[in-house]
């Protein structure tokens, strides 16, 4: 059964000690970029991890494109996320050092949150000057240069290039794997671009086929046209990869992400990992995925904010519910509208509660809500000393028409909530 559907069966551990005896390891850029991502001490375990199969490495050259092409933007991105450590460290000292306004801090604690936040600042501002030194001394660049020195592929000629578009248009719309979750990125300057994901894999097949040797596949990629997933579970790469690399090749193919690779890296030489850099590992891939969510969204046109309403209380003259203000990025204030169900009878007091919010609790946000007419009604939020951040804000409604009351009461209301 195992020789029919090869996909479907996990390499058991004799499989595996061939696999890291025997097979090529092939790195995607990904797992390079993030060299500029992780603290010092995550870099050099990954480096260490790749030194050890240096002498059965490689990176086809689609991956070494998007690594050089996209490691400037990712070492200016990283220093930029340091600016804003720094202003928001500033602004925090300049709000809570306010003599004049709750919250008062004793004089003998603002010197030390001034010392201390001193000392903070300089140590993120010389990270941040090491970084920009990478522009143009990238120790780095130069351990990848020595590591992939005579082991970068070569690029496939144009008329191979013509052909992967369209095969890889088919492929995307029958949702064959990899690649098939690019095909809405924008190839309006560069037709490959959508495609690069498949780029790399055609040119691993190839490779294997000409060492005829078997691969492991080391990406940080985890989206669902490369891995297999079940209950939430990365059960290992999708069943259709490793039947397309078998017929290809008649060889074996496996693939790790980082953190598994590290691990398996050092359990094989009888190490131990701190949990602390697998932690730092995941937090950034979840960070990537979120930022690339965003993009997705601004890339579809899909809405900046979105709104869940459910109704708990409804008649003409009561209205009660939740009402959820969904962030698809950060922003500096946010409007969301809601409406009563049925419309009632009156202009009603109308007072709204902040349930939940994605931001921690020193973070304050300005609340204003009003009701114009008798069908709808609005939140507004604005930041204040910060940004609201991407996420979900709830907010509990409470609307009750009072016959008695004139009809002027309650255009709006203003209230300052702490999250």
């Not at 551990?13 to 992780?38: P, Q």
């Not at 998007?66 to 340091?82: A, C, D, H, M, W």
Request: aromatic share 10%.
């Amino acid at each position: 059964m195992k020789n029919i559907f090869p996909g479907h069966f996990r390499p058991k551990k004799e499989e595996l000690n061939t696999h890291w005896e025997e097979s090529i390891f092939i790195v995607d850029a990904n797992v390079l970029l993030n060299l500029y991502r992780y603290s010092e001490v995550t870099r050099k375990e990954l480096e260490k991890s790749i030194e050890g199969v240096k002498d059965k490495i490689f990176i086809p050259h689609q991956a070494a494109k998007e690594f050089l092409k996209n490691r400037l933007i990712v070492t200016s991105g990283q220093s930029k996320e340091y600016e804003t450590a720094i202003t928001t460290i500033n602004d925090l000292v300049r709000k809570i050092s306010s003599k004049d306004r709750h919250p008062f801090i004793e004089e003998i604690h603002l010197t030390a949150l001034n010392e201390l936040s001193e000392s903070i600042i300089a140590s993120l501002t010389t990270q941040k000057e090491t970084l920009l030194r990478k522009l143009t001394d990238d120790e780095i660049l130069d351990f990848i240069e020595k590591i992939f020195d005579g082991k970068t592929g070569k690029p496939f000629e144009s008329a191979r290039i013509d052909e992967i578009l369209s095969e890889g248009a088919i492929r995307y719309e029958r949702s064959i794997p990899p690649g098939y979750k690019d095909k809405a990125k924008d190839s309006s300057d560069d037709a490959t671009r959508k495609y690069g994901d498949l780029i790399v894999w055609l040119q691993c097949i190839d490779y294997a086929k000409e060492k005829k040797r078997s691969v492991i596949f080391v990406t940080d990629d985890k989206k669902e046209d490369w891995w297999q997933e079940q209950a939430g579970k990365t059960i290992g790469p999708r069943t259709e990869l490793i039947e397309e690399f078998k017929k290809e090749t008649n060889k074996d193919f496996w693939m790790y992400s980082v953190s598994s690779f590290i691990k398996e890296s050092a359990d094989r030489k009888q190490q131990v990992i701190s949990d602390d850099i697998f932690e730092e590992i995941e937090n950034i891939r979840e960070d990537l995925e979120e930022l690339q969510r965003l993009k997705d969204r601004k890339s579809k046109n899909e809405p900046s904010i979105e709104i869940f309403q459910e109704t708990h209380a409804s008649s003409e003259t009561i209205n009660t519910g939740i009402i959820e203000v969904f962030l698809n990025n950060d922003m500096n204030y946010a409007t969301g509208s809601g409406k009563f169900s049925p419309p009632l009878i009156g202009i009603p007091n109308f007072n709204v509660t902040l349930i939940g919010s994605p931001d921690d609790a020193s973070k304050n946000i300005g609340i204003s809500y009003g009701c114009g007419t008798t069908k709808d009604f609005n939140v507004h939020m604005k930041a204040r000393g910060g940004i609201l951040s991407t996420g979900s804000y709830v907010f509990k409604y409470e609307a009750e028409y009072i016959n008695s009351q004139p009809s002027e009461i309650n255009s709006i209301n203003t209230d300052t909530c702490s999250v």
